[in-house]
């Protein structure tokens, strides 16, 4: 039998946002404890963390020890790897917190290694996306990217992003896979957020495998939904219905969101599909969903939204960072261009609703 998709349950998000809040002051206070030199080589070290994390994802050895801990020359052995080169990064992620050396030679999974399980609601495919892929090797072309304001992906590539995945089936898989991890991980943050009891019909524009949608429709069960994508991306979604018990409630639509857009629904969700885009396209999008929009229907972008937050971390600004080496044009915006951009759209904003996750749920009619 298929293994369920735990929903995440998360304390609210007054306390998480307090505690993130806290976190923040902790992590500047502890560099300022430290000299300045010493902290920004910690931070530069991090990508050494980063590559062995995206190893052991590749490795899967956080699965050959959910049953147990294993002795390294047992986990050389299922991993194909040389013992003591093993050793040594396992022994380096363990003084990270990742893994736990249990006694010499021998490891064990913790909290932050069992996100690393091969499964739909942990990060194993995230990691993966982000550190052993394309990705990796859009982030050695960021002087070109900084110098010349073109994207890396096409560089390294050679296509734009979801040309790229029709054409590379495995790294679709994993892409699509990153997503759901991402939407299991943040679908909380909507669903504690937003009252969807005078909904009928949501539909996720850009859904990918669904994920989200079935998290709506799992807590909702007067809701009927609709998963919207391209097809080679699409074609998975019904998996991940049936996973959650909702495929009788749903379908699945596949088709290009710039030549049009399903009807019929009176929720149009748009998650981390403005971002990729161009302000061009996605006032074009935007236009497009108002045009099938019933009256009463609602728009919701769920995307971070940067800050002037005065070089405190902001998720926001990282991920900006993403989009600038990944997309063609692509980037997280201010409130300002947001409403700039829906001035444009002729779509109208109605609330910000900030959320216990780095996104906020920007509500349009
Ligand atoms: C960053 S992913 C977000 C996926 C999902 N909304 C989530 O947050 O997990 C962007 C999604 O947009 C879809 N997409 C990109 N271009 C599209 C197009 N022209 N028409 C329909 N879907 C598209 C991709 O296939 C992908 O699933």
């Known amino acids: 039998m ?3 998709i735990k929903i995440p349950q998360y304390p609210p998000a007054k306390i998480l946002k307090a505690v993130e809040k806290l976190r923040y002051f902790l992590i500047r206070i502890s560099r300022k404890l430290a000299p300045a030199n010493v902290n920004i080589m910690e931070m530069v070290q991090g990508f050494y ?43 380096m992620l363990a003084s990270q917190g990742i893994y736990i050396e249990k006694k010499s030679r021998v490891f064990a999974n913790n909290n932050l290694s069992r996100t690393m399980l091969d499964k739909d609601d942990t990060m194993h495919y995230m990691i993966s996306h982000q550190v052993n892929g394309f990705n990796w090797s859009m982030y050695g072309e960021l002087e070109y990217v900084i110098r010349t304001g073109e994207n890396a992906f096409k560089k390294v590539s050679g296509m ?10 495995e790294k679709n898989d994993e892409y699509n896979k990153a997503m759901t991890n991402s939407s299991v991980m943040l679908g909380y943050a909507i669903l504690s ?18 994920v989200l949608l079935s998290l709506i429709l799992k ?7 609709i998963v919207f994508d391209l097809p080679h991306v699409v074609n998975q979604a019904n998996q ?16 290009n969101f710039f030549e049009s857009v399903p009807s019929n629904a009176d929720i149009y969700l748009l998650k981390s599909i ?7 396209q996605a006032i074009e999008l935007l236009k497009k969903i108002k045009s099938v929009l019933p009256v009463n229907g609602k728009i919701l972008v769920f995307e971070p939204i940067i800050e002037s937050n005065n070089g405190r971390y902001s998720f926001a600004k990282l991920f900006d960072v993403q989009m600038l080496v990944g997309t063609a044009g692509g980037k997280e915006r201010t409130l300002d261009e947001y ?20 996104f906020s749920i920007i509500e349009l009619t």
């Not at 957020?193 to 669904?210: L, M, P, Q, S, T």
């Not at 807590?219 to 939904?225: A, I």
């Open 339 to 358: 409403k700039d951009l829906f001035k444009k759209s002729e779509v109208k904003l109605k609330r910000v609703i900030p959320t216990a996750a780095p």
């Open 160 to 169: 734009e992003l979801f040309k790229f995945l029709e054409a590379n089936p």
């Open 240 to 255: 991940i219905f049936i996973k959650f018990g909702i495929e009788n409630r749903t379908e699945i639509i596949s088709g």
């Open 193 to 210: 957020e937003y009252n969807f009891k005078n909904a009928k019909r949501v539909i996720d524009i850009g859904g990918g495998h669904g």
């Open 219 to 225: 807590k909702h069960k007067h809701l009927n939904g």
């Open 274 to 280: 403005i971002h990729n885009l161009t302000d061009i």
């Open 49 to 91: 963390v980063s590559r062995a994390i995206g190893l052991a994802v590749k490795l899967n050895i956080s699965d050959y020890l959910h049953n147990g801990s294993k002795s390294i020359s047992e986990l050389a052995l299922l991993t194909n790897c040389h013992e003591e080169s093993l050793y040594r990064m396992m022994r």
């Open 2 to 4: 298929e293994e369920k």
